[in-house]
Each structure stands twice: as structure tokens, then as C-alpha cells.
């Protein structure tokens, strides 16, 4: 079993920066990827990020790509998303979530590799 609490969201003005975290009281952490997702008004969960077990690697979403980075410390069972020059698209429900496999070495952007999730942050970005 894993628990997932997210923080970091709030409001912030167009160019500015967040930095969310996921905290998990979990099997083993360090053993399994973390990703972050999001999901807009009315419109479907997105990949935003992905974070392998040891963190050497990373992918992305296109549309965030340059702007958002995500990290993980293992030794606080805490991942990282930081989120630079925020735009009004930026704006959604962010969410972490972690893998099911251990040592997962596959595509972190796919969805059926995690199996955990957090409730969810706001992030809402002003014009």
C-alpha cells in the first residue's frame, strides 16, 4: 500500500513559479517510479512528468518541456515538481502517483504503470 499527499498548489500571477511535492508513506519508495499528472477544467488527465526509481531518468510532456522539472529524494520519500514561468494553460488539478513495478525501466509516461495516486493539488495561474 502507498499514500500519496500532495502540496505546494495556490495561486499564483503568469510567470511565476510553484514547486509541488508528493509525499509518500510507502512500500519501499525508492523502488518505484513517480509521475505527475494533470487534469483542466473539463478535460481529461494529462502526463506532465515522470521520475525513475533512481532518478536518472526523466521524461516529459511537450508542452512542459524547459519549464517544469521533477525530482525525487529518496532519503524523504518526497518527489519534486518544479514549476517555472507559469502560464494560465498551466492551470489544473495536479496530481502525483507511483508505479507498481520495481525498477521500473519501461516508458514513464504510460499510465497503467502507476497504481497509486494523491488527491490532488490546485494550481490556478492569473493573467
Known amino acids: 500500500q502507498a499514500q500519496l499527499v500532495e502540496s505546494g498548489g495556490g495561486l499564483v500571477q503568469a510567470g511565476g513559479s510553484l514547486r509541488l511535492s508528493c509525499a509518500a508513506s510507502q512500500r519501499a519508495f525508492s523502488r518505484y517510479a513517480m509521475g505527475w499528472f494533470r487534469q483542466a477544467p473539463g478535460k481529461e488527465r494529462h502526463f506532465v512528468a515522470g521520475i525513475s526509481w533512481n532518478g536518472l531518468r526523466t521524461d516529459y510532456a511537450d508542452s512542459v518541456k524547459g519549464q517544469f522539472t521533477i525530482s525525487r529524494d529518496n532519503a524523504k520519500n518526497t518527489a519534486y515538481l518544479q514549476m517555472n514561468s507559469l502560464k494560465p494553460e498551466d492551470t489544473a488539478v495536479y496530481y502525483c502517483?507511483?508505479?507498481?513495478?520495481?525498477?521500473?525501466?519501461?516508458?514513464?509516461?504510460?499510465?497503467?504503470?502507476?497504481?497509486?495516486w494523491g488527491q490532488g493539488t490546485q494550481v490556478t495561474v492569473s493573467s
Open positions: 502517483a507511483a508505479g507498481q513495478t520495481q525498477y521500473y525501466s519501461g516508458d514513464l509516461s504510460n499510465w497503467n504503470e502507476y497504481d497509486y
